[in-house]
């Protein structure tokens, strides 16, 4: 039986690998190191179909060593142990540490995760992990300390079409057919920047007609989608387009269309504690000071579906959906955090002045820390005014208030304080 046409069409070089030109292209990172035979532990994170278990074998097949792979959804911790053992036995004297490929990463729970450490901090292999989640939340810090994190994106129209003239020409069983293709943005647009998703439509069109002439266009790749509901990964379908959609319809206080993009994730199979994560972040993000409360829902939300489960976690998801959806917006606070970070880029590590810090010992007392600080709940109103920005900061405005009725009221009590470097602002 013939294999599929991904797995036929998959490259063995980086010269063949396509896409991901900021990781592999001449000069890129992961070239270079790939090219100076000097592998550090990485982890690659990016969307289903762009190449990441590719990429571990090419640099396994490049540098000729040993090669083990596990997965995330079948190996327990005694899994992981005998590779650990079978690559620490099979090691040769001055050869190059044998390869951990873990797919799906993100899966492996703390105790699995942990069972890694000691073989990655001693150099027993070179980890590569696969994720299509942010491995910040899903892998444990002391693992993701000891990995360069590499992010892979979705391929482009440009990558998709030059896969696609490849497979035609270059694939044995494809090139024996004559293939036009006449019309490709359906099958580019259903392929999401998944090459493993192309390969699979273009060879399910190419299958279904018995002519020797097979004419790619879009009403037919339409019906062969349609007439083979299963052909490609409906759960994964515009993975990060629907979770897009989402987002934004909850920030445009779309209510209707922030529940159906929510519908169409749970009927996908979406992981709900992503769901329950965007949330939170848009609570703060979009809605933020103008509806408090929001992040209180969010979070609400995420304990309740962590606690509950499905079919009950839709509920507490639709309710915050509902919620943010109707919220006034605001996104002051992400604004000026992000000018914030901006400023300190720009200005590097500003003296903290002296009457803000701390005086622990009497030699610091000596040198004039802390003197002449106010303590605030002194003062009526539990304000008094004086400097807390370094010296050449002073007078630098960040926050800007967005006048909603709730953030109003945090407006106003900041121009009671601080009069006009308020009022300039706004």
């Known amino acids: ?69 596990l997965s995330a959804v079948t190996s327990g911790v005694k899994d992981v142990r005998e590779v650990i053992d079978k690559a620490r036995g099979g090691r040769f004297f001055n050869e190059g540490n044998p390869i951990l490929f873990i797919d799906e990463i993100h899966r492996f729970s703390k105790s699995q995760q942990d069972s890694l450490l000691g073989a990655v901090e001693k150099g027993v292999v070179t980890l590569i992990g696969a994720t299509t989640e942010n491995p910040s939340f899903e892998v444990i810090r002391p693992l993701l300390s000891r990995c360069q994190l590499y992010v892979l994106k979705p391929l482009g129209d440009d990558d998709l079409m030059e896969l696609m003239q490849r497979a035609i020409t270059h694939d044995p069983e494809l090139s024996q057919r004559q293939i036009v293709l006449k019309e490709t943005g359906a099958i580019l647009r259903y392929s999401g920047g998944d090459a493993r998703k192309l390969l699979n439509i273009l060879e399910l069109v190419v299958e279904s007609s018995s002519d020797e002439k097979v004419v790619i266009e879009d009403k037919r790749v339409v019906e062969c989608l349609q007439q083979n509901p299963m052909a490609y990964d409906k759960g994964g379908e515009m993975h990060y387009d629907i979770i897009s959609a989402f987002i934004k319809s909850i920030r445009g206080s779309d209510p209707d269309a922030a529940l159906y993009w929510l519908a169409r994730m749970i009927e996908g199979g979406e992981d709900p504690s992503l769901i329950a994560r965007r949330l939170v972040i848009s609570a703060s993000e979009d809605v933020g000071l103008a509806n408090p409360n929001a992040l209180l829902l969010a979070n609400a939300a995420f304990d309740a579906v962590m606690k509950i489960g499905w079919p009950e976690g839709r509920i507490p998801l639709a309710e915050a959906t509902v919620y943010l959806a109707a919220s006034p917006k605001s996104n002051s606070a992400y604004n000026g955090i992000n000018k914030a970070l901006q ?76 009069g006009d470097r308020f009022k300039d602002g706004n």
């Open 1 to 69: 039986m013939s294999q599929p046409l991904a797995e036929r069409m998959r490259p063995n070089t980086l010269d063949e690998y396509i896409g991901q030109r900021h990781l592999v292209g001449k000069g890129a990172v992961l070239r270079n190191m790939i090219e100076a035979r000097r592998i550090t532990s990485f982890i690659l994170w990016g969307p289903p179909g762009v190449g990441k278990t590719t990429l571990a074998q090419i640099v396994a097949n490049t540098l000729q060593l040993p090669f083990y792979t």
């Open 343 to 418: 400023i300190v880029r720009q200005t590097g590590n500003q003296p903290v002045p002296l009457h803000l810090r701390n005086a622990p010992t009497e030699m610091m007392k000596d040198l004039g820390y802390a003197s002449g600080y106010k303590y605030s709940h002194d003062y009526p109103g539990h304000f008094v005014e004086q400097q807390f920005m370094p010296d050449s900061l002073r007078d630098t405005r960040i926050w800007e208030a967005q006048h909603s009725p709730s953030e109003d009221k945090l407006y106003r009590r900041m121009v009671e304080c601080w």
